[in-house]
């Protein structure tokens, strides 16, 4: 039994919530406690005890809350006073219950802490002694300053916002004292300012906004370590604003944007580090930080690859979005800027004037064509980011160190060692630095000539033809037929146009990569009539030569397609400069037809813009007008006899007789009347050898045997022709060679001296009909 123990403690005696019980107390004394009240003679009963006195009394429902309210950990855990506590008990279909001390209201203390309590009778709580019983809170705290400020508390830890229209559902039990809770307001006031870049003034503003700044508001935590409070990013403008929490304390501003370092404004003057504490009266605006960050960019105006000077150029530097700008006269074609803003930058030329040394632009003439270029209708305008760029003092510090490792590894102070040392040191430093080039390549033009080994034009005063409309030019060139001739392709941009007293200024160096030259050749094969013998008679190499970048196909086979027009690219000399190309090309037949002239065309596809050139050529030498005949030229020389052996079937032969023929040609007249006339001469020598075959040249002649084989006598002969041996200007010498065999008859009527043969030679000539193409240098055209 628990004896009294139950009586005092409710936990143990565990009496339902709502019963009601009787408690009764009486007086007693062992001995007597008193004379009965109700007999006082002699003699009457004495009472050991007095009457019951009794009382009813119902079990209360009992409980407590011990909270505390105070900023959030990250804000310093301070403690809020008076902050209204409102509480109601519930059902458990959360409605409210009416009774005495079923509801009320508190303040918090200046530590931040409240307690309210249950006891508490009401039919909804009978029997409830392990239920758990919800009850409605409510916290409220109105600030006033500039304007009124209603406080925000997070409940569940912080975990979610307590409604202030619903409330927050907390839950108690019967006898269930002094439960803990931890409310934490999270009323903050804004907390704002612009992020902005240094030295980037103009009017109306501070300076050019940074935008995607990350700011952190930071305070010192219990361990005296900086920790962040609350980040917020910079928008569009720069400006930023944070809700810090009322009561906390902030010790530190920073700011995360590309490593960079930033200062406060000079407008802003409060020492974040002493402490700024958050009230709620408070205004926190221009907390306002500027980026200090300076980079070095390298600035290329250059005329093409050759880097020339072109003049004096003003450059223009500016932060996109942002009305700063700044703009700064350069005089040569490179120039490094130390003090540029670490951000992205706008860069654009935006002038140029012909006097590089000229203090002022109105003594200067402006380059109008240049201007039109980089400030047309499209502004050529370089966007650099330089955010992620070593700053300056970075670049400036590696750079002072490299020297003096430089200057100890030399053992000499002078700095335009380093800068020149042909181990590259000082260009190490240059690579970290970023460059914005802006080139100007000008007109492209292009020239070709032809080797005056192979170019028979002499007129004097020849110049090439540039036409109108300076994309296109042409020359003229005389070469003669079934010839090998080269042609230099010379390619340069003008880039400055001459004057009376200043020569052009040009660049003959070209982005191989950019530009190549499309040749079509119409000076090797041709699809006039007569094509086919002409082309029967050459060489493999030959036929191959004349096809070379021609767009005509070969007349055999049937299926022959052109090779079409090469794509080749330019090359430069051991220097690197000089572009252009040199090529070979083989000519075809003259073209006895107006125009009189073949083509070959040049273009440059590529570059600046595509320019042509068309090279005429005017081809001297034979036109074929068709088949031609043949003659002989006999002599009465006879070079052997001989002899037929007596005897009726003897025969005497002789086998692989060859004998060589020298023919000159000289004085050839070409008349008016087209006649063509030839003195000639002949030198014959005989040889008895093994047979031996002669080649064919060029031009190929065909000679004739002029006598049969008869029966089993007669005269079995080769010819061929050999190459040119020299030539002699009027005086042509070709060799031929005939190999043969002969055999006297061995008809017994006709043996011996009736069968002697006389050997006479006798050359056959074969000609053919043609027009004879030359050009007169004596005459203009």
Known sequence: SPGLSSADDLKISRLEVGATFAYCVRATNTQQYMDSPYD???????????????????????????????TEPNAGSLAIEEVKVTWQLLSDEFEDLVCDGC?????????????????????????????????KLFFTKTTNGIQSIEHIFLCNEGQDICDPDEGFIFYLKHLHFKMPLHIYDDTSVPFSGRIIVYNTEFEGSTGCPISKANVCIQHLNALKILEDLICRESDANGYYEAPVIIGSIVHNIVIHSYN??????????????????????????QNDFMDM????????????????????????????????????QQNVYKKLYQTLPAQVLEVQVVDFRDQPDGPEKENSNRYTFLVDYFQGV???????DMRETENEENLIAKEIEGRKEFEGNTGTGNTESFDSAADGSAGDFDEMKETVRFQYDGVLKMEVTVDS????????????????????????????????????????????PGSETSLPVVCDILDQEDHKIEITNNVGIDDVAGILPFYKKLTGEEQEALSICSTIAPPIPADATASGPCLVS?????????????YWFATGRPNPFKPFTKNIIFKVIGGARDVKHVAEFFIEGLYSKGDGNSFALPTHDPIMILRDPPGGDSTATYENVKTRMTTYTWADTIEAGGSLSLSTGLAIGTDVDTCAGGGLGAIVVVCFPTADAQANAGLEMGFGMGTLIKDMGDTRANEFSI????????????????????????????????YLVYWDNSDSV
């Not at 003057?269 to 408070?282: R, V």
């Not at 105006?301 to 072109?310: T, Y």
């Open 40 to 70: 006082a003679s002699e003699g009457s009963i004495a009472l050991k005890a007095s009457d019951n006195t009794c009382a009813s009394h119902t079990i209360h429902w009992e409980s407590s809350v011990s909270g505390l309210i105070t």
């Open 260 to 285: 960079h370092k930033f200062e406060r404004t000079f407008e802003n003057k409060i020492e974040y580090s002493q402490g700024l504490k958050i009230s709620a009266g408070g205004f926190y605006t």
């Open 453 to 496: 080994t192979y170019n028979k034009l002499s007129c004097d005063g020849y110049e090439e033809l540039t036409l109108a409309d300076r994309t296109s030019s042409q020359s003229f060139h005389v070469v003669d037929y079934m010839s090998l001739f080269k042609v230099r392709i010379d390619l340069e941009y003008e880039i400055i």
């Open 570 to 582: 330019i090359t430069h000399n051991e220097e690197g400069k000089d572009a252009g190309l040199d």
């Open 739 to 770: 190999t043969w065999s002969y055999t006297t008859s061995d008809n017994p009527a006709t043996a011996g001296k009736e069968s002697d043969v006389f050997v006479v030679p006798n050359l056959s000539v074969k000609y053919e009909s043609v």
């Open 293 to 328: 960050d300076k980079t070095k960019l390298s600035v290329e105006v250059a005329g093409g690859l050759c880097n020339k000077e072109l003049g004096s150029s003003w450059i223009r530097f500016k932060i996109p979005g942002c009305d700063w700008s700044e703009e700064v």
């Open 378 to 384: 499209s502004p050529k305008i370089k966007t650099i």
């Open 103 to 135: 509801s009320g209201e508190t303040e918090t203390t200046a530590g931040g802490s409240f307690e309210f309590q249950f006891n508490v009778v009401h039919p909804y709580l009978n029997g409830m002694n392990d239920a758990e019983v919800p009850v």
